[in-house]
């Protein structure tokens, strides 16, 4: 299929099984998700190569690089893909230079389609050229590394927890890096973590692993706010939405955020004037959000919302429901308390009024 | 001078042999080394102690099984004299070949220790950089098993400037054929002449102290892989 990422693979090991049937978007960030030992580092390890599983189908973008149905298995170093791993495993007898040109010398010239400048620029290392891996911060190291897979012009790039290694500073340091790959590359990026904080931030496109099998996969917005999923459980849980910036007010300085969706609702959130027309990722977790049967005003509240109730579960704890609501056509999450689902007669259908306590701008 | 011609003959025989059988270490155990860092193989328990073998034998027992099976009688004495290279017993062809299995445990296993200390890492690393398995071979596993290499030359030189059993046994004692330099103080002790064998053992003992002193003080802060 073109314009996308087919990845069907079976693998079994001693103590772990990967069963996994993915159908990625061709562009974007797809993030694999689960916890140490659900299978995310096998399928992106399947897909360069790395490993061969007992039956396998990868297709990228109409190209196939493994059919083990017609044994056909291109080896990894025939892949054009770019890997980073989650050390940023440079080699230490070569130059910063000699690592980033290392890829690039071995492709050919009328494939690079990016030059070693640009790689520099992107990831702010054109400072440490002459400088031996030994010598660089973790973070330098892992933007080096990162770079050094861009310069070899991959048509699919595959990083493995490139931040799990990093302190919070250096994790700081690299993500709006990430965030620039994503606006200005084309190349689709399969993006293996177990932070859900990372995922919320960075990926489009969100794959739930749990035990070697994917349990979900579909848009983030859409798969952060399913109910069935663990995901909605944790403290963290909430929603991500991509929002429009459609206006300022100097006078407070609050941005206004068009949701997606024509009858979507404005977002108001604390933040300096921004290009109009640009697009910011901003996440509302469950847990800021409380439900009220009117449009109480008289409050500090900045954002109301008129919600419809989808559904409700019991979350994991028995003082607690979480509930899934219809937000102009986008999901939000609401984690509040049983007796305040009583009090409010929840049920499925109903109108209501969300109340936003805060939204977090994601980068 | 306190060395006299056959001395010199004999230095000069002794380094001719150690640097060819180095030579010819490092290209045959090369690939060995690599294939018992990498294999998971059954074979890899068997031929590792094989290869380890010249390690805790007498060289007298090595010497011996050699000379049977290079002699006129043996089957690679047969080899050899169906390829038209006649007997190699008693000559320095046989003194390399013995030196070649006699010292091989001394380059095999820095190399070998030092490709497994590389890992796997590095070379999933280039081969998502697009280098095919030689190019990753030269251009990453022979530069990062560098120092392994280093190791391994002097340790394959050294210990085949040491050999005595095995020479004695397959080359005897021809000058400036066989006779090696620790063969000639063999000599030199038989016949009395102290001195002499003063001399010769005086320059081994400092040959081989410079050698290990080498080895030691080159361990120190080599850079590992980050």
Not at chain 1, 245 to 254: A, F, N, Q, S, W
């Amino acid at each position: 299929m073109t314009g996308s990422i087919v990845a069907r693979l079976e693998l079994a090991r001693d103590d772990f099984t990967l069963d996994v049937d993915l159908l990625l978007p061709g562009r974007g960030i797809s993030a694999l998700f689960g916890h140490s030992g659900s299978g995310k580092t096998s399928c992106l390890r399947c897909l360069a190569g790395l490993e061969r599983a007992a039956s396998a189908y990868i297709e990228i973008n109409g190209e196939v690089w493994e059919d083990s149905a017609s044994g056909y298995f291109q080896a990894p170093h025939l892949r054009p893909v770019g890997y980073v791993f989650q050390e940023a495993s440079l080699f230490p007898h070569l130059s910063v230079r000699s690592n980033l040109e290392f890829g690039w010398r071995r492709i050919a010239p009328g494939e690079r389609k990016v030059s070693l400048d640009q790689a520099c620029q992107l990831l702010g290392i054109g400072h440490l050229l002459a400088r031996r891996p030994a010598t660089l911060s973790g973070g330098e190291a892992q933007r080096v590394g990162i770079a050094r897979a861009l310069l070899s012009s991959p048509r699919l790039l595959l990083m493995d927890e490139p931040l799990a290694a990093l302190d919070g500073p250096r994790k700081r340091e690299i993500l709006p890096y990430l965030e620039r790959l994503h606006d200005e590359l084309e190349i689709p990026l399969v993006y293996v973590s177990h932070a859900q904080d990372e995922v919320a931030r960075l990926a489009d496109h969100l794959v739930l692993l749990e035990q070697g099998q994917a349990v979900a996969s579909g848009p983030i917005g859409e798969t952060l706010a399913r109910l069935d999923l663990s995901l909605a459980q944790g403290e963290d849980a909430g929603v991500v939405f991509e929002g429009l910036v459609v206006g300022h007010d100097p006078h407070y300085d609050l941005l206004d955020l068009r949701l997606p969706g024509s009858s979507a609702p404005l977002l108001r959130i604390a933040h300096p004037a921004h290009v109009m027309g640009s697009t910011l990722r901003v996440k509302v977790q469950a847990r800021d959000v409380s439900l009220a049967l009117a449009a109480d005003s008289a409050s500090s509240i900045l954002n109301r919302l008129p919600v419809r109730v989808r559904e409700s579960r019991p979350a994991d704890n028995p003082a607690h429901v979480l509930v899934s609501l219809d937000a102009g056509g986008n999901a939000l999450l609401a984690r509040i308390t049983r007796y305040s689902a009583d009090q409010l007669g929840l049920h499925p259908g109903q109108a209501l009024f969300a109340q936003i306590k805060s939204v977090a701008l994601l980068g | 001078m306190p060395l006299d011609a056959s001395d010199l003959g004999a230095i000069w025989l002794t380094v001719k042999l150690a640097s060819l059988t180095t030579l010819i270490l490092l290209v045959l155990g090369t690939p060995i080394a690599w294939w018992l860092a990498r294999t998971r193989s059954w074979l890899r328990g068997p031929v590792g102690a094989v290869v380890a073998l010249p390690l805790v034998l007498p060289p007298t027992v090595i010497g011996f099984y050699l000379l049977i099976a290079l002699g006129p009688h043996g089957w690679l004495g047969q080899a050899t004299q169906a390829l038209g290279l006649g007997s190699v017993v008693f000559s320095f062809t046989g003194l390399v070949i013995g030196s070649v299995i006699y010292s091989m445990p001394f380059v095999v296993q820095p190399l070998q220790n030092a490709f497994g200390a590389i890992g796997q890492r590095p070379l999933e690393v280039a081969a998502t950089l697009r280098a095919s398995p030689w190019d990753t071979f030269v251009h990453v596993v022979l530069p990062l098993a560098r120092p392994g290499f280093v190791t391994a030359s002097i340790l394959g030189f050294a210990h085949t400037v040491g050999e005595f059993g095995v020479v004695l046994m397959i080359g005897g004692n021809i000058p400036d054929k066989t006779r090696v330099v620790s063969v000639q103080i063999f000599d030199h002790v038989e016949a009395m002449e102290y001195s002499q064998a003063h001399w010769l053992a005086g320059a081994m003992l400092v040959f081989s102290f410079l050698v290990l002193l080498l080895l030691y003080a080159g361990r120190r802060g080599k850079a590992g892989w980050s």
